[in-house]
């Protein structure tokens, strides 16, 4: 039997794991931690780092129309003046004057409660899949203590941002559940300030950078000066951004400092920019489920028109089936040629390229798809933690936790067992193999305990492959064993098959 775990659980049990066997811990633990920002351990690191070469592997070196970048954090304050950032990249606060908590206003949802057309009061609930069921059943306790007999109306939820100014007051806080403590929601700069330079006044003001995009842009004009690209070509490139979130939250679904993958594609403007988009979209969902997420858990969220920013054509998010819920993955946006050309206006260079192929002058459009590392990260751990009962060495049937990582982005490759650990012709051989393996790929060695427990160890963080040295390896044919973590299945090859078959599992 193989099932996941409920997607309540599923997440505790991920947190609980990811600290347990050193993928992720809370940042600055000993100091008890600070919200929103998270470390990766030994193993998250391989895990992050796979995540983002396979993804660079596929989106730039494999393709000829894209070329890598890797631009500063801190860049001149003018850019996000140019890009808006400065003005406009802010979430809705709300304060809960007494608990002197705040939450973002789009992510509180309220209703008043209505009895035979009376209202007796308001509920409030925090986004989450559940709210609806939340709020009614906090509806019908509210009902239950007004002792108002009659039908409660349905209960319609809507987010703080569309409250009117009369039911502030009405509207229960969260903290503390009763009505009269939130305020009006206002808008809250998301940028980092920092200050650059001996000077402590607002010359010296500068940014930590909230996404990759803006390097792209404000470097768009070197590449395609020194490099041979011709339209329609892409930027890509990966690197940390920062967000001072007002609800980090879901561990590192939603921090305060992260990682994107992001690609600027540059296109003629005259371009059929819908079909494009709509490759962009099979090319990002191709890509998620070649590193091992299942092809049902992706959808597509296509913005509605009158949502979008006044400079977008379209944008469609893939959306993942994460444990709190279906939520953003990769952003796929058509932004015209608004960034290029506030950056032209901005900073009086010319944004113009010449299309050898038509032979026009012109400021390309682009599409943009935007990842997050650490979303991908917690998506292949949702997508991957398994519990699921198996025979142990004695025939018992036990359970256990595995991590069905696809081999491509498992932080370990394989592990290399000798059979007993007091047997030095069986170490020595294993050690070999080992060291052979390693000079390739991440592996492991590990001589201690029952085998079956070893094999228990690597199952937990996900490693594809158990190489087994056991007598017949050096007494008769040279074979080892190689255990498959999912089907536990074995079977003996010998050292070349092992090679090309991790070669074509890992690389391939
Ligand atoms: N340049 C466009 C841009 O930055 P975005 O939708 O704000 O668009 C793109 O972010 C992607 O970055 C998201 O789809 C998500 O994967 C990731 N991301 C955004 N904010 C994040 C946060 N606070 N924590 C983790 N990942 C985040």
Known sequence: MTANASSDGLMEEIVGLCKRRGFIFPSSEIYGGYNGFYDYGPLGVELRNNIKQAWWRDMVQRRDDIEGLDSTIIMHPDIWKASGHVDGFSDPMVDCKESKLRYRADQLFFAPVIVEGDTIGYVSVIECPEQQEVAEQAAAALKRKAAKQGELAPIVLKDYTESKPEE???????????????????????????????????????YLRPETAQGIFANYKSIVDTGRVKIPFGIAQIGKAFRNEITPRNFIFRSREFEQMEIEFFISPNADWKTLHREWIDTCIDWLVSIGLPREGITEDIHPEDKLAFYSQATTDLMFQFPHGEQELWGIACRGDYDLMQHQKHSGKSMTIFDEATKEKYVPHVIEPSLGVDRTLLAVLSAAYTEDEVPNDKGKVEKRTLLKFSPKIAPVKAAIFPLLKNKPELVERAQALYKKLQRRWNVFYDASGAIGRRYRRQDEIGTPYGITIDFDTIEKDGTVTLRDRDTCEQRRVTEDELIAFLEEQIDG
């Open 168 to 206: 502030y007051e009405l509207i229960p806080s969260p903290a503390t559940g009763k009505p009269g403590s939130l305020t009006a929601p206002r808008e809250f700069k998301l940028m980092f300030e920092t200050k650059v330079g001996p000077l402590a006044d607002d010359s010296a003001t500068a």
